[in-house]
């Protein structure tokens, strides 16, 4: 039987909440990390949750002291209307070797994914895309700030609410069970993968602005702006669109040669996103660079033309339901990012 162990309420640490007092209702989904369920709080009238069981491997010492670091993380993150709020932490031990953390969250019944296939024709209108484009450069940027990087920024990560509020979800638990889940051969969590990272480099906080990007392109397009089948295919479809990188741009010390990739010419956004205005184009190209270095940060992305020149509403205010209302215009970007999103670095690990 599992034994109760101390745990984390709200921002602080608290007698561990009882499992039962959460009823699960349904299976959400299912990963290496565990079970995610559709359950009812019972000490709040039934309200429902989601909660996250993450299986974690002990030590004579008790749960390691970087999970208990990050657990602690988690717990001042729950403040900004961008990010998913977590409700309860807490944990119990199955056995000497592993123990079952639970992580209860505001429950979201639509992800982004599920949203844009439930947007009937002919798409999301420019001023629906600028604002759901905001709040997630938003919720960025205060994970960024946090020093976090979600490394797995995807439409299935992303929850919408009825009222049109955009929450991340799934953000920093890489850190909590390991990150080796993060970095699977998952086909579709490979559409939105840097090439930094399917090239196995040193990477941090722009590979969530490339994420972005492809976002950002799939807000218009919906569906995928990059659909390979592995690694290498991933990359050989990046570089059909945005052409091949130059010798000097390819990172140094990596497993896949330069000279494996033909030449590839760069090919103009428009004539992949037909609605893409000039303003819009632009943000784009800065989010998709191929140079990580020179990609935008969430910081710059949110002060681009894009949205300051735009004669649609702030973030939040438009109605949850899909317009299709013309482009807007406005004038071009010059702006330029100069590596300052580089705020935390990663090494590769292997995949499994």
Same mark, same amino acid.
């Given at each position: 039987?599992?034994?109760?162990?101390?745990?984390?309420?709200?921002?602080?640490?608290?007698?561990?909440?009882?499992?039962?007092?959460? *009823? +699960?209702?349904?299976? !959400?989904?299912?990963?290496?990390?565990?079970?995610?369920?559709?359950?009812?709080?019972?000490?709040?009238?039934?309200? &429902?949750?989601?909660? $996250?069981?993450?299986?974690?491997?002990?030590?004579?010492?008790? &749960?390691? &002291? @970087?999970?208990?670091?990050?657990?602690?993380?988690?717990?001042?993150?729950?403040?900004?209307? @961008?990010?998913?709020?977590?409700?309860?932490?807490?944990?119990?031990?199955?056995?000497?070797?592993?123990?079952?953390?639970?992580?209860?969250?505001?429950? =979201?019944?639509?992800? /982004?994914?599920?949203?844009?296939?439930?947007?009937?024709?002919?798409? /999301?209108?420019?001023?629906?895309?600028?604002?759901? &484009?905001?709040?997630?450069?938003? #919720?960025?940027?205060?994970?960024?700030? @946090?020093? =976090?990087?979600?490394?797995?920024?995807?439409?299935?990560?992303?929850?919408?609410?009825?009222?049109? $509020?955009?929450?991340?979800?799934?953000? #920093?638990?890489?850190?909590?069970?390991?990150?080796?889940?993060?970095?699977?051969?998952?086909?579709?969590?490979?559409?939105?993968?840097?090439? *930094?990272?399917?090239?196995?480099?040193?990477?941090?906080?722009?590979?969530?602005?490339?994420?972005?990007?492809?976002?950002?392109?799939?807000?218009?397009?919906?569906?995928?702006?990059?659909?390979?089948?592995? *690694?290498?295919?991933?990359?050989?479809? !990046?570089?059909?669109?945005?052409?091949?990188?130059?010798?000097?741009?390819?990172?140094?010390?990596?497993?896949?040669?330069?000279?494996?990739?033909?030449?590839?010419?760069?090919? %103009?956004?428009?004539?992949?996103?037909?609605?893409?205005?000039?303003?819009?184009?632009?943000?784009?190209?800065?989010?998709?660079?191929?140079?990580?270095?020179?990609?935008?940060?969430?910081?710059?992305?949110?002060?681009?033309?894009?949205? %300051?020149?735009?004669?649609?509403? +702030?973030?939040?205010?438009?109605?949850?339901?899909?317009?299709?209302?013309?482009?807007?215009?406005? %004038?071009?970007?010059?702006?330029?990012?100069?590596?300052?999103?580089?705020?935390?670095?990663?090494?590769?690990?292997?995949?499994?």
């Amino acid at each position: 039987m599992d034994r109760p162990r101390s745990g984390f309420h709200g921002n602080q640490t608290s007698p561990v909440m009882d499992k039962k007092n959460y *009823e +699960e209702v349904a299976v !959400i989904g299912n990963g290496a990390y565990g079970t995610v369920y559709k359950a009812r709080d019972l000490r709040n009238d039934g309200q &429902m949750v989601a909660l $996250k069981k993450i299986r974690i491997q002990t030590t004579e010492d008790g &749960m390691p &002291m @970087n999970t208990i670091r990050e657990i602690s993380l988690l717990t001042h993150l729950d403040d900004h209307p @961008n990010i998913v709020r977590l409700l309860d932490i807490c944990h119990t031990q199955k056995d000497q070797r592993e123990t079952h953390l639970y992580l209860v969250f505001e429950h =979201i019944d639509q992800d /982004l994914a599920t949203y844009l296939e439930k947007c009937p024709s002919p798409g /999301l209108g420019p001023d629906r895309i600028l604002d759901l &484009m905001k709040q997630l450069l938003k #919720g960025v940027e205060f994970l960024h700030t @946090n020093r =976090i990087v979600h490394r797995d920024l995807k439409p299935q990560n992303i929850l919408v609410t009825c009222d049109g $509020k955009l929450k991340l979800a799934d953000f #920093g638990l890489a850190r909590v069970y390991g990150f080796q889940m993060a970095l699977t051969s998952v086909v579709v969590t490979l559409w939105y993968r840097a090439p *930094e990272v399917l090239l196995q480099a040193r990477y941090a906080t722009p590979v969530d602005m490339w994420s972005c990007g492809c976002i950002f392109a799939e807000l218009f397009r919906r569906r995928p702006l990059f659909c390979g089948q592995s *690694e290498m295919d991933q990359l050989i479809k !990046i570089f059909e669109i945005l052409g091949t990188p130059s010798y000097e741009d390819w990172p140094e010390g990596v497993a896949i040669r330069w000279e494996a990739f033909r030449p590839m010419p760069r090919k %103009s956004l428009r004539t992949i996103i037909e609605d893409l205005d000039s303003p819009a184009q632009d943000l784009l190209e800065k989010l998709l660079s191929l140079n990580p270095l020179q990609r935008i940060s969430a910081r710059d992305a949110l002060q681009h033309p894009y949205f %300051s020149d735009s004669i649609y509403q +702030e973030a939040g205010g438009s109605s949850s339901s899909p317009s299709s209302s013309s482009s807007s215009s406005s %004038s071009n970007s010059n702006g330029n990012n100069s590596g300052e999103n580089y705020d935390t670095d990663f090494s590769p690990e292997p995949e499994k």
